[in-house]
């Protein structure tokens, strides 16, 4: 008898679904509850906590009916069979324009083609009320609906542009990679993480932003002598106009090795009058490196992408497992789109631990903080970022 792998795969994500679903209402009991937290008292004013709670709710709702609307589809695109079916009409597709339907490269951009447009398609309302009515009512939402398609466009276009390539080295390593399939995969992984790291960036991420240098000042001056304090290899400070599209704000860095940079959002020196403040947020971004943080993070995501191309190695000719999913052929993309359908029970248990773990990392950069000598500072800033950004106050302190 042969195991019904598709139907297993349906069975455990409604599962999870329902799990999840329970969890949320949980959440979304607490969120419903009015009173002031006694630990938030004389930290925020009640005025300030119903804004938090309204902006939290409504995210809630949100949330509900998009996973609901996710589980639907997901489920009826395996049950019915979409995926076949689709697979094939893709090949259709590359007779009627007069293309070779058995090039399995071909056939797998045209597949992937409509599976993009399609993923637009069922995503576009979803981010449409999103950002223009749930953000938009609570004045976080800063973009015009010209920039919304004009940053979908532009994303769209990076897709067809960097796709293609890196398809058709992977269906040629699979069909040429051998007993040492797997780390010739994980390989060509690992070098195209390093490379895009370096590109993104410098050259994808000032498509959708603009980067300027940080200018001469205080500020500027306290987040050098910090990185030199802690010998961070700081070549570059900006700051991004993250205001354009929304008033959240962040910080971030990234770079290799002795070329390190620091980026700050525009909304962030808008919200944190106090420079303390502000260098203090990047003291403990700051910790994630030195406590190497992002190395160890590194790391384990290339330990868990080899585990999974080795995985892919031992099922990507099973017979039984293509049929199970409606498929009589073995392409290479579909194989890797049913295999991490089957690994869904593991993806779920590794993302709990790693959940796990990045939260100890987020206390372990706090403490780091705190012993620079910025606890005050920090718990300022983050507390200020917190109320000003709304971010589901009720449901932290309650937890």
């Not at 579909?334 to 869904?344: D, K």
Request: hydrophobic share 50%; proline share 4%.
């Amino acid at each position: 008898m042969v195991f019904p792998y598709m139907e297993a795969v349906v069975g455990f994500m409604i599962l999870m679904y329902f799990f999840e679903t329970y969890l949320d209402l949980r959440q979304h009991a607490a969120l419903k509850l009015p009173k002031l937290p006694k630990t938030l008292e004389g930290v925020i004013s009640q005025e300030k906590f119903e804004k938090s709670r309204g902006y939290s709710l409504d995210k809630s709702h949100f949330h509900f009916v998009h996973e609901f609307v996710t589980i639907l589809m997901d489920s009826a695109i395996l049950l019915f069979r979409i995926l076949p079916w689709f697979w094939k009409k893709s090949g259709n597709f590359l007779v009627l324009v007069g293309l070779d339907a058995e090039n399995e490269i071909l056939h797998t951009l045209s597949f992937l083609a409509g599976v993009m447009l399609w993923s637009q398609l069922t995503d576009l309302p979803f981010s449409l009320y999103s950002t223009f009515v749930i953000e938009a009512r609570h004045g976080f939402n800063k973009q015009t609906i010209w920039l919304f398609f004009r940053d979908m466009i532009k994303g769209m276009i990076l897709a067809i542009v960097l796709g293609p390539p890196i398809v058709s080295a992977i269906i040629i390593i699979v069909q040429k990679g051998g007993p040492y399939l797997a780390i010739y995969l994980w390989a060509f992984m690992f070098v195209l993480s390093l490379v895009m790291m370096t590109l993104y960036p410098v050259l994808i991420a000032p498509l959708f932003n603009k980067f300027t240098p940080l200018p001469e000042g205080e500020l500027r001056e306290k987040i050098e002598k910090l990185a030199s304090s802690l010998k961070f290899p700081l070549k570059k400070l900006f700051v991004v106009d993250g205001s354009t599209r929304s008033s959240h704000s962040n910080a971030y860095m990234y770079g290799f090795f002795k070329n390190k940079r620091i980026v700050l959002y525009d909304t962030l020196i808008q919200q944190c009058k106090n420079d303390e403040e502000i260098v203090a947020v990047i003291a403990h971004e700051l910790g994630h490196w030195k406590l190497n943080h992002t190395m160890y993070s590194f790391i384990a995501v290339q330990v868990l992408t080899l585990l999974q191309f080795g995985g892919y190695t031992l099922v990507r000719n099973s017979t039984d497992l293509f049929r199970s999913f409606g498929f009589d052929t073995q392409p290479v993309l579909i194989g890797l789109i049913i295999f991490q359908h089957t690994v869904i029970p593991i993806q779920h248990l590794v993302s709990f631990g790693l959940n796990l773990v990045s939260r100890s990392f987020e206390f372990q950069a706090d403490a780091f903080a705190k012993k620079l000598g910025y606890a005050s500072a920090l718990r300022a800033g983050l507390v200020k970022l917190q109320v000003i950004n709304q971010y589901l106050l009720p449901t932290m302190i309650r937890n």
